[in-house]
């Protein structure tokens, strides 16, 4: 690497350093730490949420995976994509209007029972786990091609730093590196795909007769079936993405940022715009990985195909490009971390500590307190997961995440919505049973299972024939929810009383009823 390469780089670093020094002298109270006191605009919080969004399953996943699968990887671009539209018509303003701190509390507006709001938090800690592993992954091979280091270095090197934005800067920090690495990440992804373009004479039909002969898939590079040859495997796929990002709880908390829930809906709005042109351009980006770096090499680096996007500048931009996509990766996965971590340590801080063991008695100082130390407890945690997960792809990852956030969390945060009948037995039984399917069938499918020796964690035959199970175990947590509700409905009737103020105030945003 150049001289240059390394000024580019540690810039951007330097930049979300400073951000998070800034932001230390604005977080004093607990909801500075888990909200930013909830003072961000809906533009702000909507560049946000793209900035949280577009982790490294977006940048580095689905990139590699569209140059090394075609029209199979941009699967992932459609899903998540589509996936805002849930999040915008059932979730965005009721969740704002209902909830405090995080997702447990929007369900615990209804549910008061301790039960509930731990179930909720162990779903978010589960999750929570999924995804981070999936940002350390994509960040270890990508200071690994950077700098030449080891993998287990870069891995401690970007937990540590992760750490750094949670402890000191709190929701303040996370967001506006979040912002600025949005920012930097559409800039980088724009001029990438103007330099693919250019290389194909701005010829988008042009373009495509290229890549019928330009992978080893030929023609079957451009329609669907070089991975996923069952159709019932990648609906069960589609179903996790659609569905995985409305109960995601680091996506779930930026909507506490916002002042009410009509900024809330803004902000939502905001999002969808940035990310789809963002998952548009990574036709462009694995197209031109395919083309111009080649399926060959991308492997030789990363199996996976995780470090597609960076690979690609270089050919196309030399190495001060490759240094300005690296360092924008890179701020991208802590950003995502960051966010991650927060989430995660609001659920073990607020929830389970604050609410469940001292029944809400804990003053601000205890609460922030709680949460540093989670934020280090998952962190620590986190990266020895990551040390040995280093050859699998961070979109595969992320979508296993969704997977088990649409199984454990959608449902009940659908029907403590919507349905008056639903109450604690049928919340708890759903949480419970849409993870533990989820991670059993996870366990049993060839995600883990594969009879090729050092292909997967587990050498042997799957039991469980689809490497997404969210077929199943989405449909599970319905059902648990409506046979949990249904055996115990007579226990459970003053739930179906606080209904009417329960929708009240998901629908108007009042916390008092005068009626």
């Known amino acids: 690497m150049s001289w240059i390469s390394y000024v580019i780089f540690f810039a951007v670093i330097a930049l979300t350093l ?3 020094y800034w932001a230390a002298k604005q977080t004093t109270t607990a909801s500075d730490f888990y909200t930013a006191g909830g003072s961000l605009t809906g533009w702000q919080n909507g560049m946000a949420i793209a900035g949280d969004y577009l982790s490294a399953a977006s940048f580095l996943g689905i990139a590699g995976a569209i140059s090394l699968n075609g029209f199979d990887g941009f699967y992932y671009s459609i899903g998540w994509l589509t996936a805002y539209l849930v999040v915008l018509f059932l979730i965005a303003e009721p969740l704002r209007n209902l909830g405090k701190f995080t997702m447990a ?70 967001s506006w590196v979040q912002i600025v690495k949005a920012i930097l990440l559409m800039l980088g992804t724009i001029i990438i795909s103007f330099l693919v373009l250019m290389k ?38 589609l179903i996790a993405l659609v569905l995985g990002t409305a109960g995601l709880p680091h996506i779930l908390m930026r909507f506490f940022t916002v002042k009410d829930a ?35 090499a991308i492997i030789a680096e990363n199996a996976a195909g995780n470090m597609a996007a960076p690979m690609l500048a270089g050919v196309l931009g030399g190495d001060a490009l490759e ?47 709680a949460a540093r130390w989670a934020s280090i407890a998952i962190g620590v ?13 961070v979109a595969f990852l992320v979508s296993l995440a969704f997977c088990v956030a649409a199984s454990a969390n959608v449902p009940t945060i659908l029907l403590t919505i919507y349905w008056k ?37 587990i050498t042997g035959n799957p039991i469980f024939p689809y490497a997404n199970p969210a077929i199943v175990s989405v449909p599970a947590g319905f059902l648990a929810a409506f046979i949990g509700t249904l055996v115990s409905s007579k226990r459970h009737e003053k739930d179906e009383v606080s209904y009417a103020e329960v929708r009240f105030k998901a629908e108007t945003g009042y916390k008092e009823l005068d009626l």
């Open 18 to 20: 400073y951000i998070t």
């Open 105 to 174: 509390d929007m369900i615990g507006a209804r549910f008061g029972a301790k039960k509930v709001r731990g179930a909720a938090a162990l779903n978010t800690i589960t999750i929570v786990m999924f995804y981070m592993l999936a940002q350390l992954v994509g960040a270890g091979a990508l200071i690994k091609l950077l700098f030449g280091i080891e993998y287990w270095i870069a891995v401690l090197i970007v937990g540590t730093m992760m750490l750094i934005y949670v402890l000191f800067g709190g929701m303040t920090a996370t």
């Open 200 to 237: 194909f004479n701005f010829n988008f039909i042009g373009m495509f007769e290229t890549m019928k002969t330009a992978t080893p898939h030929g023609e079957a590079f451009l329609h669907s079936g070089v991975v996923y040859t069952d159709t019932i495997g990648l609906i069960s796929v």
């Open 262 to 296: 009509k900024t809330a809906r803004s902000s939502v709005i905001y999002s969808v715009w940035i990310i789809g042109i963002f998952y548009v351009l990574t036709i462009f980006l694995g197209f031109g990985a395919a083309k111009f770096v080649g399926s060959d």
């Open 323 to 369: 240094s300005f996509v690296a360092a924008v990766a890179f701020a991208t996965i802590l950003a995502v971390v960051a966010g991650l971590v927060l989430s995660g340590a609001s659920a073990i801080a607020h929830d389970i500590y604050g609410q469940i063991f001292k029944n809400g008695n804990v003053t601000e100082k205890q609460q922030v307190n």
């Open 381 to 393: 945690f986190s990266i020895l997961l990551a040390l040995g997960s280093e050859k699998l792809n």
């Open 421 to 457: 009948k639903f109450n604690t037995t049928g919340a708890v039984a759903s949480m419970l049973t849409g993870l533990i399917v989820a991670l059993v069938l996870v366990a049993i499918s060839p995600s883990v299972m594969n009879p090729v020796e050092g292909a997967t964690l």
